[in-house]
């Protein structure tokens, strides 16, 4: 990746935008985007589209989720400690000691999840993992007056942003799940613009994925597309407790996934493969016997059906203050998207 590539990826992992707050990264993302495509839009979910030769019979869709997991103001005590609920599938397991960042109408606030005591009878009390509910969060304020000064109950917090490069091509972050997936919808765009294209291509970078797929709903409805390509990220396999019976044997580095089961349609993904194959992209495969959770489920089902797969980035620690991935495994994964857009000539068929 050359530098302009690797600063938008930068800015897109510690623009903050959790469920239903994704206006920042949308902002980021239609300005990225919109020098290469025939049009950038922006719908009343939130989703942010860009076209290219969008006049074309077959529409085919991107996907990538812009919002991230996060927490939410509840209520604040009365000494100022902020009570929080989920925005997403919070994992409570990581959260004691995090830092976050609170999207107030002050701007951004820092605060810290409160830790519990530990026990001092020397039983180490209860080292069950927190739920929720017992969760605070602490901005340093005096009193209830004093916090309520500077945040207000609903609003969104998102965990402090760290982007670090680590040994051999890897970054560790917050929010890969799924900033990943966003910047593959633009730079796919971005790549492809002024190539003769058979199909119209509609990227979107959708909202609300991390509460119910919603703007994936919103968006398959509007551009009613015959294909689609789903961008997110996967578990991995390759450290220790990690379930391979689960997951697969899914490794970094070893080139983007492709899902096999009910949520991918197989003619779609013979077609992904022999890209591969053509362009000399390593890839791995992910089997899933059931629903995948992530955008491609509201998308496959949409009216008739849409010829749906999806290309995944592996990442290490999913859902926690600090995910893993490989930008190498990144750059597969787009050169995959963009081979396999150029390989459709719109008239295939997806009947298994």
Known sequence: MNDSELSFLRQLLTTPGPAGFESQVQALWCERTRPFAETVQLDVHGNAYAALNSSAACRVMLAGHADEIGLMVMAIGEDGLLKVGAIGSFDCRFAPGTP??????????DGIIGKPLRSED?????????????????????DREDAARHVAAGDPMVMAPTCRSLLNNRWATRAADDRVGVFMCSEVVRRLAGKPLKVALWSVSTVQEEVGSRGARSAAFRLDPAICLVF???HVSDYPTADVARFGDVRLGRGPVLVRGANANAKLNGIIEAAAREAGIPYQISPVPTVTYTDANPIQMHRGGVATALIK????YMHSATELFSLDD????TALAAATVERLDGEESFIP
Do not use: K
């Open 232 to 234: 997110d990220v996967v």
């Open 330 to 333: 990144l750059e597969h994964a």
């Open 122 to 142: 020397g039983d180490g009390g209860d080292e069950r993992p927190p739920r929720i509910g017992q969760l605070w969060v602490d901005i340093g304020a005096l």
């Open 313 to 316: 980035v592996p990442v290490r």
């Open 100 to 109: 976050v960042q609170i999207m107030s109408a002050n701007g951004l606030i």
